[in-house]
């Protein structure tokens, strides 16, 4: 029997996640069945089974593709050995968010929240979940810890805390771009660094 390429069965596995990515975005992530998934890619039961086992496997290939694109973004500012400003980060966050969710056939983005929700009541997606915002909060960590050392944050700055921080601002940019529609990545960077301004100035009278 002839050997299957690489290549093949790259292939068939991104047609099983991109059939799963559908499926999600129609029926939701709790309603969505793997026999759903099975129908939409075409594949037989045997052929998605290969790749996937079962819908947590579909969350964590989904976990790792977004920290690829949105956590590469934050590894190739750590690799030059720039320093921003931790907003800065935060701006090169969204702006990946933003890249990532356009260049796929399905807004990934919307699947994250609704593995979120997921994960308050599914054990094995909490897990899936939680690794990955603890991935990228880690990184942010870092780029916040060299920004603290360059004079950009105060010398007492927690770089965790600072992340912890950041990271909510990142997850709250998401939520209201997917519920409310606000979408301005620019105007809502500005509002944060005037909240930070304002809160750094003194307050008159």
Request: charge should be negative.
């Amino acid at each position: 029997m002839p050997r299957v390429s690489d290549e093949h069965l790259s292939a068939r596995r991104e047609q099983v996640l991109l059939a799963a990515w559908a499926c999600f975005n129609r029926n939701g992530f709790h309603a969505t069945t793997m026999a759903d998934v099975i129908s939409e890619s075409g594949l037989s039961a045997g052929a998605v089974y290969r790749y996937f086992p079962g819908k947590t496997d579909l969350v964590r290939a989904t976990a790792d593709r977004a920290l690829g694109q949105v956590g590469g973004r934050l590894e190739d500012l750590l690799d030059s050995g720039e320093v921003v400003d931790p907003v800065d980060a935060l701006g090169l966050l969204l702006e990946a968010v933003e890249e990532f969710a356009a260049s796929q056939p399905t807004d990934i983005t919307r699947i994250a929240l609704m593995a979120w929700a997921e994960s308050l009541r599914a054990p094995e997606i909490h897990d899936v979940t939680r690794s990955a915002m603890g991935s990228l909060r880690s990184r942010l960590v870092e780029v916040v810890a060299r920004a603290r050392d360059a004079g950009r944050l105060p010398a007492s700055a927690d770089p965790q805390a600072v992340a912890h921080a950041l990271l909510s601002l990142g997850i709250g940019w998401l939520v209201q771009r997917l519920i409310a529609g606000v979408a301005d990545r620019g105007a809502y960077l500005a509002g944060v660094r005037a909240l930070l301004e304002r809160t750094a100035a003194p307050v008159n009278g």
